[in-house]
């Protein structure tokens, strides 16, 4: 079974910044997509963003141009840079991967993000 560790979240002023990291259990160059996706209270849970194998990248339109995800495979590690924070960003971070063939969907346990003056 594939474990996905979250880790860096944290409370931030706006306008601050915050760096993800995501460990896996296992080589995630045998994972297609790795991402991010976030949780607020009385929400449903939404994209942030994901990355492919391939370099394809998605984000959220509401974080676009805010946040950068990148895979390190030499690591095994998925990460989010947050910058330019808000406090609707305040929500669980949850990693997320996805295989092909079949598809099998990895969730970590969560990270709590809060951004609030």
């Known amino acids: 079974q594939v474990q996905l560790v979250e880790s860096g979240g944290g409370f931030v002023q706006p306008g601050g910044s915050l760096r993800l990291s995501c460990a896996a259990s296992?080589?995630?160059?045998?994972?297609?997509?790795m991402g991010w996706y976030r949780q607020a209270p009385g929400k449903q849970r939404e994209l942030v963003a994901t990355?492919?194998?391939?370099?394809?990248?998605n984000y959220a339109d509401s974080v676009k141009g805010r946040f950068t995800i990148s895979r390190d495979n030499a690591k095994n590690t998925v990460y989010l840079q947050m910058n330019s924070l808000k406090p609707e960003d305040t929500a669980v971070y949850y990693c997320?991967?996805?295989?092909?063939?079949?598809?099998?969907?990895?969730w970590g346990q969560g990270t709590q993000v809060t951004v609030s003056s």
């Open positions: 997320y991967g996805q295989r092909l063939s079949p598809t099998i969907v990895y």
């Open positions: 296992t080589t995630i160059s045998s994972i297609y997509t």
């Open positions: 990355r492919t194998t391939t370099g394809q990248t």
